[in-house]
């Protein structure tokens, strides 16, 4: 089955861009059927939705974060990315990398990483 | 955006047991409900999407129902493994939006 797994730093200090990336694997990313996601988890809170890219490169943010967000694919490395500019200490969260199934039928979030902590501090 | 409201927040129950989660959404989204299962450290998994569709390798102890604004899911016999948190999530409308979560623990 399709495997996903987050990597980049664990900390950024306040102002800078948050960058982190998701290698897909048992799967390939160039499928017209799927949408490279990003949500967050802040501690002992629930699930955000940040946003998600076809391969293609078109791109849907959450208008909570469409100013600092951007998703980038990567099918020659089967990666794709996030990078939040301007990150302040709301930002920290558990970031997790999804595949979004988007046919007529279906809508779901299927696989998921395990997700990677990220801390915004100076 | 579309809230979504479950409950109870958290529950305890005993190996066996019948467990019900309800997610009421703040307006229609037909059918387009998903649920996924959390255990700490891990990323969600999926378990039923559109609103009652078990997903590939989900145990058949796990139901979902509803439609429109109402869903439930359903463990007919809880087993040690299914005590996590649980979170239902719309893709009806942009932004997609989940629940705040239904723990439950071990009594």
């Known amino acids: 089955q399709v495997q996903l797994q987050e990597s980049g730093p664990g900390l950024v200090k306040p102002s800078q861009t948050l960058s982190l990336t998701c290698t897909v694997s048992n799967g390939s990313i160039a499928s017209g059927d799927y949408c490279w996601s990003w949500i967050r988890q802040h501690p002992q809170k629930g699930l955000e939705w940040i946003g998600y890219?076809?391969?293609?490169?078109?791109?849907f943010y959450n208008p909570s974060l469409r100013s600092r967000v951007r998703i980038s694919v990567d099918t020659s490395k089967n990666q794709f990315s996030l990078h939040l500019k301007s990150v302040t200490a709301a930002d920290t969260a558990v970031y997790y990398c999804?595949?979004?199934?988007?046919?007529?039928?279906?809508?779901?979030?299927?696989?998921w990483g395990q997700g990677t902590l990220v801390t915004v501090s100076s | 955006d579309i809230q979504m409201t479950q409950s109870p927040s958290s529950l305890s129950a005993s190996v066996g047991d019948r467990v019900t989660i309800t997610c009421r959404a703040s307006e229609s989204i037909i059918k387009y409900l998903n649920w996924y299962q959390q255990k700490p450290g891990k990323g969600p998994k999926l378990l039923i999407y559109?609103?009652?569709t078990l997903h590939s390798g989900v145990p058949s102890r796990f139901s979902g129902s509803g439609s429109g604004t109402e869903f439930t899911l359903t463990i007919s016999s809880l087993q040690p493994e299914d005590f996590a948190t649980y979170y239902c999530?719309?893709?009806?409308?942009?932004?997609?939006?989940f629940g705040r979560g239904t723990k439950v623990e071990i009594k």
């Open positions: 999530q719309q893709s009806y409308n942009s932004p997609q939006t």
């Open positions: 559109a609103a009652s």
């Open positions: 890219s076809y391969y293609s490169g078109s791109a």
């Open positions: 999804a595949r979004f199934v988007d046919t007529t039928m279906v809508q779901t979030f299927d696989y």
